[in-house]
């Protein structure tokens, strides 16, 4: 090995680092934040798969496609509303970009 790893400082944003859109980031990564806290609710419920789809008003196959991580499927608004479903207090703080 004679190549040097360069290290780099991230953003803070891993949808940024990999090139996405400074807008198409932002969104992902709200997305991605919701669908893992829909994930430890599930986790902590004790419930199936098959329960936990019917609470959040999910079929089977859309909650375990929620449960991959199938971000592309689940719209910002979409997540919420499973979110608000799941128990789950939503909020959304808007500051100035540093």
Do not use: H, W
Not at 17 to 43: P, S
């Amino acid at each position: 090995m004679t190549e040097r790893l360069r290290i780099r400082q991230g953003s803070g944003n891993v949808f940024r680092d990999i090139g996405f859109a400074k807008e198409e980031a932002e969104n992902l990564k709200l997305r991605a934040e919701l669908m893992m806290r829909i994930e430890e609710y599930f986790e902590r419920s004790g419930l199936t798969q098959a329960q936990a789809a019917r609470r959040l008003g999910l079929t089977a196959p859309r909650f375990n496609a929620l449960l991959k991580g199938r971000i592309g499927l689940f719209s910002l608004d979409a997540l919420v509303n499973i979110a608000t479903r799941a128990g789950l207090s939503v909020r959304l703080q808007v500051k100035k970009a540093a």
